[in-house]
């Protein structure tokens, strides 16, 4: 059965971004399964890669544009909820399937109408435990897929270096509790006489909180083992990323599931991630959890891998099984599968019934 599937996606290519990304997978996926895709977002911007895509993109629709693809769809799929998107399918009764990528804000005034939002839909998929905890009990978990064409082994690439950040350089992401806790473990390595070698960390991403990370680094003199490259992307951030051994995600608050471990330990790093919200599900077993928030947490995990070898030897192991369940087409199947089912009957089905509906009854 080819079904017209229409997908929706607040934001999408160029912008960069988890939700877009798993967008643009999604859609090819379901397209390469032999269904119309059709996309809607509000990125405006036209790109010279729309056309080379397998499904067509709807970019700032009007509201007769929304009214006309509703109306062509057999199915509305929301990646994270798109309310002003997705507001006609109400009128045309079409299925829906929503996922949860974030998390919802249930104090807010509007939460009343995001519950009943939610509670229309035929399914509703969350990408972690902790967002299906959180937000919707009776919801399917799924986690997200990585970007396995972009982000892999590179054989040709020595493993030389220690410890990486990457990510976008803002308080909630944890980078100062990182180099609090990173100075900790130089501190007591350098007690340490087997260690004649002191482990490096390096910083890989951009945004407002750069220089007063870069000023704590000075502060704590230890700008020999600490470095800042900045934004990376694509091929440089893959070959990069095969450069190290561990990679640090300390997220404060606010992670509901974490591509960005996916994508580091494709590249072969072990992930070491705070218990915030989804990360631990994004690791899994081929990863290292401590307490979000903690610099002694952080410190003792990281000492922990640099002796133990057998440790760093079972993670390892234990990658190629998590990262297998996370492959794009793995991932895209089981999305596809849901929306099949929520797919299985139709209600309204054209603009005229609509229209019809809507009318008030002639007393």
Request: include cysteine.
């Given at each position: 059965m080819s079904l017209r599937i229409l997908l929706l996606s607040h934001k999408f290519h160029p912008d960069i971004g988890g939700i877009e990304v798993n967008?643009?997978?999604?859609?090819?996926?379901?397209?390469?399964?032999?269904?119309e895709v059709r996309i809607l977002t509000w990125s405006s911007t036209v790109t010279a890669e729309d056309s080379k895509f397998p499904f067509k993109i709807i970019r700032n629709p009007?509201?007769?544009?929304?009214?006309?693809?509703?109306?062509?769809?057999?199915?509305?799929?929301?990646?994270?909820?798109?309310?002003?998107?997705?507001?006609?399918?109400?009128?045309?009764?079409?299925?829906?399937?929503?996922?949860?990528?974030?998390?919802?804000?249930?104090?807010?005034?509007?939460?009343w109408l995001k519950r009943k939002w939610l509670r229309r839909a035929d399914a509703v998929i969350s990408v972690s435990e902790a967002v299906r905890k959180q937000n919707?009990?009776?919801s399917s978990v799924i986690g997200n897929p990585y970007r396995a064409k972009d982000f892999m082994m590179i054989p040709d690439v020595n493993r030389t270096n220690n410890f990486v950040f990457l990510g976008r350089l803002v308080s909630q992401k944890g980078v100062a509790m990182a180099i609090q806790a990173f100075h900790r473990v130089l501190s007591i390595l350098s007690e340490n006489k087997d260690y004649t070698e002191k482990p490096s960390l390096t910083i890989i991403g951009d945004g407002p909180e750069r220089e007063n990370l870069e000023a704590l680094v000075a502060s704590l003199d230890i700008k020999a083992y600490v470095n800042f490259i900045g934004f990376l992307e694509g091929k440089a951030l893959a070959r990069e990323l095969n450069r190290y051994r561990y990679?640090?995600?300390?997220?404060?608050?606010?992670?509901?599931?974490?591509?960005?471990?996916?994508?580091?330990?494709?590249?072969?790093?072990?992930?070491?991630?705070?218990?915030?919200?989804?990360?631990?599900?994004?690791?899994?077993?081929?990863?290292?959890?401590?307490?979000?928030?903690?610099?002694?947490?952080?410190?003792?995990?990281?000492?922990?891998?640099?002796?133990?070898?057998s440790l760093e030897?079972?993670?390892?192991?234990?990658?190629?099984?998590?990262?297998?369940?996370?492959?794009?087409?793995?991932?895209?199947?089981?999305?596809?599968?849901?929306l099949e089912v929520a797919a299985g009957y139709r209600r309204v089905n054209t603009l005229s019934e609509v229209t019809a509906s809507a009318m008030p009854v002639s007393q």
């Open positions: 967008s643009e997978i999604y859609a090819s996926a379901f397209a390469g399964a032999g269904h009007s509201t007769s544009t929304l009214f006309q693809q509703h109306e062509w769809a057999d199915i509305v799929f929301e990646n994270n909820p798109c309310v002003r998107l997705a507001w006609p399918a109400v009128l045309f009764g079409r299925p829906s399937v929503i996922a949860l990528n974030t998390a919802i804000e249930w104090e807010s005034s509007a939460s919707w009990p009776a990679q640090l995600v300390p997220s404060l608050y606010g992670e509901a599931f974490g591509n960005v471990v996916l994508e580091g330990m494709a590249c072969g790093c072990l992930p070491i991630v705070s218990n915030s919200d989804g990360l631990p599900d994004a690791a899994g077993k081929a990863g290292l959890v401590f307490q979000r928030g903690s610099v002694e947490s952080l410190a003792s995990t990281i000492l922990g891998i640099l002796q133990d070898p030897l079972e993670l390892r192991r234990a990658a190629p099984a998590h990262l297998s369940a996370h492959q794009p087409e793995v991932v895209a199947a089981r999305y596809l599968r849901i």
